[in-house]
């Protein structure tokens, strides 16, 4: 159901008091209150301050209470320190939401202030917004809270910001461009109400087609995500954060006082979620230019119109840097082109019309770029000439596009004699940037956002391939290691962890002399290598620890000896362990990769994939993703460096075993998830050829974290699938297994739905058919399990059969979830229902879901006594009007 947001009486109110508002120049509360008067505000303004009784003709009041009506959204424009004692007021008066202005810095950046700030709004029933909240435009209803004094356009942008000055600058372009806003919502510290609940705000809100936000800090980043996932599904989310500089990420930690996170760390989450990432404010603004056009480009490939060649050039290198397709033309499109030219050169894609171009020639090459199959989007790079005035081309532009789906980008070299070019353009909703290389950026934007799309209706995993791992032996191993004060385990504990989990490791001995370094080899078979085991070494190489390719028992004892005293002398402090004693492992075919697993103090675990041994030093090309992996992630890791180039038939070597590699980072993925005490995992280098995966030498760091994940799996920012109880249970006719939904169930589903009758479809799903839509089923099946569970039953006999399905998804802003529930026609009537609602129930618990809420359609007798004899309560008056009966429930 369309339920809206709570941030809705906040971010678009219908009345707003105004704490500490003034006629004292200069003060805050002048400025705050002159910009709600002056943007001439839809709904009510009251001003409250004992210092006055009018503010020009309007009636300012003593104390809240003296206000006789209800009030929306608190602006506490008063010093910083008055403001514990104001929220008792504001309580008493009913308020729930409440907006910080800027005060006094020493005050309002104590964390010690601000949590007792918070505790006690809380306690109250109020929500924050800020501190230092520059202010929230809403310009549909003329909502100027804010210190900006000037009232964009409204329009389809929401615009979130934790920087008050990018906000300016965003609101200073647009003033120029014409470009209009749903929202302007500045954030500030963000104490209390989050960027995260922002996002889902303007998810929901009908007025908003484009997110843009400017983020500095996150403070809640499994939030973060979730907001973003579920945002980019339905509208573009750009991002804007610096934060690649060492120095700049510790000045977005001081800023906020978290955790600023690994750049890259930082970015894989923004591509897992579906958004789009911009790293400079020239960057922003080309963006939201460019997704003010509401067609999207099917794929990726460009058409180029220029009036010159020397722009053909720049286009060309930009796109091959962009990584966007210049396609060939097709025949008929370069027989279309040749008529509009004069040069005998052939046509090629950048076309070049020549600087004698004229409007009638670009509007004829552009509809033939249009009508070209192999033509996703066009770009037109134009200069002011004699030949092609810019109204003109303009007009031109315009005509051709009206009739066309596709994109249209243009570059107009020339900045001020192209201003009222581009104006005109963009009320066109035209994407009109000042430089090739700008527009091709752009594009590749777009096109990024419809390949994420896609993405998320096609990576369906192939196959629902479960691994079977063995966490218990590996918390042993790791339970004895920090028992005895040990927080990194050494190569032979590492690798016995790594087969416990199913990876095939390189077999070797602990040794702690040069003589049963000896004895180990001859045991093993020559060649060998040696390995010094010592704490507070991780690189053994660089400290001389590492001995290859030994062939006979004197370079063994010679090489045993040498390596401990080379490692006493390198690494004086490092604590010496022994030796381990390991088979030469060489394979014609094999290429050395490295993975390693890191957690990042902000988006928790992460794991980075590429070159191994002494190649991966020298060439830093590797990828990253956040854990835990899908297959369809797993896939793209693995294509992600230029290494995946090596990975397949190379000079005479076969390609490698690619399901193996798949298998090797998923179960490594099981074992982040399922023991938060593992900090660290690297592999380097693992051995991988056409038959398999071998790892040759690793380690793991550990942390005091626990040795198991909690119900919330709460050491992860992306949220795993949660577990059921597996107990097989006996139905009056069958026998079902109980566990969540998975991506890889998308078949079944398809299967399961197919089997519904119309009568069940239509309850459940409110469709006459069962043919749903395949985005519809990679909905269903494709969960953000941070507000999503769906339980499925398994039927015991067939396990490829769904019978049933339960499941959630949490109200945005709130701990209230809305349910859904469907069975198999053939399998009703047997306690399914009840066995999968109790189920979801404790998952909900664990989830801290305080309500469940349902919407039944009259005439659903059986879902009616279901829900009485779960505990469900009939909201009263819940069907006047309407085809559906409420049933809520506390969990």
């Known amino acids: 159901m369309d339920i809206q947001h709570c941030l809705h009486r906040a971010l678009a109110p219908k009345s707003i008091a105004v704490l500490g508002a003034s006629d004292r120049v200069g003060s805050l509360g002048t ?20 210092k006055y009784k009018y503010l020009g003709d309007i009636p300012c009041h003593a104390s ?31 308020i729930g939401w409440v907006a910080i ?12 202030w601000q949590a007792a700030v918070v505790n006690k709004a809380n306690r109250l029933g109020i929500r924050i917004i800020g501190t230092d909240c520059l202010g929230i435009l809403r310009p549909d209803i003329s909502l100027n809270a804010s210190y900006w004094t000037d009232m964009p356009a409204a329009g389809d942008i929401g615009f979130v910001s934790q920087s008050g000055v990018i906000g300016t600058s965003v609101l200073a372009y647009a003033r120029e461009s014409g470009l209009g806003f749903s929202s302007i919502i500045n954030t500030g510290d963000e104490i209390d109400v989050s960027m995260s609940e922002v996002i889902d705000f303007l998810a929901q809100d009908r007025k908003t087609r484009t997110i843009v936000l400017h983020v500095e800090g996150v403070r809640t980043p499994r939030e973060f995500f979730s907001a973003i996932r579920a945002a980019s599904q339905h509208k573009p989310v750009i991002v804007l954060r610096g934060g690649k500089s060492m120095q700049s990420g510790h000045l977005l930690a001081n800023r906020m006082a978290i955790p600023a996170g690994d750049d890259q760390v930082f970015n894989a989450l923004l591509e897992r979620a579906g958004a789009i990432r911009v790293h400079n404010l020239e960057e922003l603004l080309a963006a939201i230019e460019t997704f003010s056009d509401r067609r999207q480009p099917r794929a990726n490939r460009l058409g180029v119109i220029c009036n010159g060649s020397g722009f053909g050039v720049l286009a060309a290198d930009a796109a091959s840097h962009a990584g966007v397709a210049l396609p060939s033309l097709s025949r008929t499109t370069i027989e279309k082109i040749q008529t509009l030219v004069d040069s005998p050169l052939p046509v090629t894609n950048p076309v070049d019309l020549g600087a004698n171009a004229d409007p009638r020639r670009i509007k004829l090459a552009l509809d033939a770029l249009n009508q070209d199959e192999n033509i996703d989007a066009v770009l037109v790079i134009t200069a002011p000439s004699v030949m092609a005035p810019l109204d003109k081309v303009c007009d031109a532009l315009v005509w051709s596009t009206a009739s066309s789906y596709k994109p249209l980008y243009t570059a107009w070299i020339g900045e001020y004699e192209t201003i009222d070019a581009r104006k005109r353009l963009l009320e066109k909703r035209i994407t009109a940037l000042k430089s090739p290389e700008v527009a091709i950026q752009a594009f590749s934007w777009m096109s990024r956002y419809a390949d994420n799309q896609r993405f998320q209706v096609t990576a369906t995993p192939e196959s629902d391939q479960r691994f079977p791992i063995n966490t218990q032996a590996a918390r042993d191993i790791i339970a004895q290691a920090l028992q005895a004060n040990r927080f990194n385990l050494n190569e032979y504990e590492t690798k016995k962890v790594l087969a416990s989990i199913g990876l095939t490791t390189a077999s070797g001995m602990i040794v702690h002399s040069p003589i049963e370094a000896v004895d180990a080899a001859k045991t093993l078979g ?27 028992e004197n370079e063994v004892y010679e090489a045993s000896q040498r390596l401990i005293d080379t490692v006493k002398a390198q690494a004086p402090y490092a604590l010496i362990r022994g030796i381990y004693v390991q088979r030469l492992i060489k394979q014609t075919n094999g290429r050395e990769l490295a993975i390693d697993i890191q957690t990042d103090p902000c988006f928790g675990p992460y794991i980075r994939f590429g070159f191994g041994g002494y190649i991966g030093e020298i060439y830093n090309d590797s990828a990253v993703e956040l854990l835990p992996l899908t297959e369809p992630l797993t896939n793209q890791l693995i294509d992600a460096p230029k290494i995946a180039r090596l990975l397949g038939q190379f000079r005479g070597m076969k390609a490698i075993n690619r ?3 798949r298998n090797v980072l998923m179960r490594l993925s099981m074992l982040i998830t399922e023991i938060p005490a593992i900090r660290q995992l690297t592999i380097d280098p693992i051995l991988i050829d056409d038959g398999g995966c071998i790892v040759l030498d690793a380690n793991i760091g550990l942390t005091n974290a626990a040795l198991a994940r909690d119900e919330m799996t709460s050491h992860m920012v992306i949220s795993p699938e949660p577990t059921f109880d597996s107990t097989l249970r006996d139905l009056r006719q069958g026998r079902v297994v109980l566990r ?5 169930d998308y078949g079944a589903i398809k299967s399961f739905i197919t089997r519904l009758s119309p009568q069940t479809a239509y309850l459940r799903f409110h469709i006459s058919n069962t043919d749903l839509a395949r985005e519809k089923i990679v909905e269903l099946t494709n969960l953000d399990y941070n507000r999503e569970v769906a339980v499925v039953a398994q039927d015991y006999e067939y396990p490829e059969m769904i019978r049933a399905v339960a499941r959630y ?4 802003g709130s701990s209230t979830a809305e349910f859904g529930l469907v069975v198999e026609d053939a399998w009703q009537r047997r306690g399914l229902a009840t066995i999968l609602m109790n189920a979801l129930h404790e998952k909900a618990r664990e989830n801290n879901v305080s309500m469940l809420i349902g919407y039944v359609l009259r005439g ?32």
């Open 31 to 50: 400025i705050l209150w002159s910009s709600l008067i002056g943007g001439h505000f839809q709904g009510k303004v009251y001003a409250v301050n004992p």
């Open 740 to 744: 969540s939904m998975r991506a890889e």
């Open 526 to 552: 020559m060649p060998v290598v040696l390995k010094v085991l010592a704490d507070g070494i991780h690189h053994k190489s660089n400290v001389g620890g590492v001995a290859l390719d030994l062939r006979t």
């Open 101 to 112: 202005p800027p005060s006094d810095p020493k005050i309002t950046s104590q964390q010690a």
């Open 659 to 661: 399901e193996a590699l």
């Open 809 to 812: 998804k949490r109200i945005n």
């Open 860 to 891: 659903n007798e059986s879902m009616f006594a279901l829900m009485e004899s779960l505990g469900y309560t009939r909201i009263d008056g819940s069907d006047i009007d309407t085809q559906f009966i409420t049933f809520v429930k506390k969990i």
């Open 64 to 94: 809240l209470k003296d206000i006789n009506d209800t009030i929306d959204l608190a602006i506490v424009a008063t010093p910083a320190q008055k403001l514990e004692v104001l929220l008792d007021e504001i309580a008493q008066k009913g």
